[in-house]
T-cell receptor, first 114, second 113 residues
Framework: DGGITQSPKYLFRKEGQNVTLSCEQN?????MYWYRQDPGQGLRLIYY???????QKGDIAEGYSVSREKKESFPLTVTSAQKNPTAFYLC?????????????FGQGTRLTVV | DAKTTQPPSMDCAEGRAANLPCNHS???????VYWYRQIHSQGPQYIIH???NNETNEMASLIITEDRKSSTLILPHATLRDTAVYYC??????????????FGTGTRLLVSP
C-alpha cells in the first residue's frame, strides 16, 4: 500500500544530543514537509522540499536541518541548537505540481528530550 | 500566518449533524479551501476540498459561500469517532505550482453520546 511512514513513533534523547527523524514515502510525490506540533497548538512548518536536492526553510527552521537526497526520503535532524525540541513531529507529502490535490501525513514521531 | 479563522471548540450530539464554520475573508481567486482533521496523537487526515462549488464525499460535505469568504464543513451524522481537531486551510497556488500548507489552531469537535 502507498503511504508515508515516520519512524520511530516515540523517541527519547538526552539534552545536547542531535537526533534524526525518518520520513519515507512511496507515493511518488515531489513535495515533502516537516511540521512541529506542541500540545494544544496547530502545526508549524519547519522545512519543506519541492524536489530532490532542494529544500526551503519554513517558519521555525532554527535548530533543525534536513536533506533530500532521494525523492522518497526527507529526514529531519533536531540539533542541540534547538532550544525546546520536545514536541510531536509530523511529515507530509503531496504531488507538488498538480492543482487541487491533498497532502498525506505520517503518523508522527513524539520526541522527548530529557 | 494562517489565513483562516475557526471557533476553538464545538460540541455535537452523536447522530446529529456537525456544522463547522470557517472564515477566509482574504481568499484569492485561485485558492482552494481544504479541510483536514486530526485525531489525538495521530497525523492529520484529509477530508475534503473545494474551489467555489459545494462538494460532497463519503466523509463530509463542504459548503462555500458565493463570495468565497467563508465555508462550512458538514458531518451529516456525527459519531464518537469524529471527535477530533478540524483544520480549515486556504491553499495558495503560486506560479511555480508549489503548495505550502499553513495550519492554524483548528476547531476541537467533541461528539458526545
Amino acid at each position: 500500500d502507498g503511504g508515508i511512514t515516520q519512524s520511530p513513533k516515540y523517541l527519547f534523547r538526552k539534552e545536547g544530543q542531535n537526533v534524526t527523524l525518518s520520513c519515507e514515502q512511496n507515493l511518488n510525490h515531489d513535495a515533502m514537509y516537516w511540521y512541529r506540533q506542541d500540545p494544544g497548538q496547530g502545526l508549524r512548518l519547519i522545512y519543506y522540499s519541492q524536489i530532490v536536492n532542494d529544500f526551503q526553510k519554513g517558519d521555525i527552521a532554527e535548530g533543525y536541518s534536513v536533506s533530500r537526497e532521494k525523492k522518497e526520503s526527507f529526514p529531519l535532524t533536531v540539533t542541540s541548537a534547538q532550544k525546546n525540541p520536545t514536541a510531536f513531529y509530523l511529515c507530509a507529502s503531496n504531488p507538488g505540481q498538480v492543482r487541487g490535490t491533498e497532502a498525506f501525513f505520517g503518523q508522527g514521531t513524539r520526541l522527548t528530550v530529557v | 500566518d494562517a489565513k483562516t479563522t475557526q471557533p476553538p471548540s464545538m460540541d455535537c450530539a452523536e447522530g446529529r449533524a456537525a456544522n463547522l464554520p470557517c472564515n477566509h475573508s482574504t481568499i484569492s481567486g485561485n485558492e482552494y479551501v481544504y479541510w483536514y482533521r486530526q485525531i489525538h496523537s495521530q497525523g492529520p487526515q484529509y477530508i475534503i476540498h473545494g474551489l467555489k462549488n459545494n462538494e460532497t464525499n463519503e466523509m463530509a460535505s463542504l459548503i462555500i459561500t458565493e463570495d468565497r469568504k467563508s465555508s462550512t464543513l458538514i458531518l451529516p451524522h456525527a459519531t464518537l469517532r469524529d471527535t477530533a481537531v478540524y483544520y480549515c486551510i486556504v491553499r495558495p497556488f503560486g506560479d511555480t505550482g508549489f503548495q505550502k500548507l499553513v495550519f492554524g489552531t483548528g476547531t476541537r469537535l467533541l461528539v458526545s453520546p
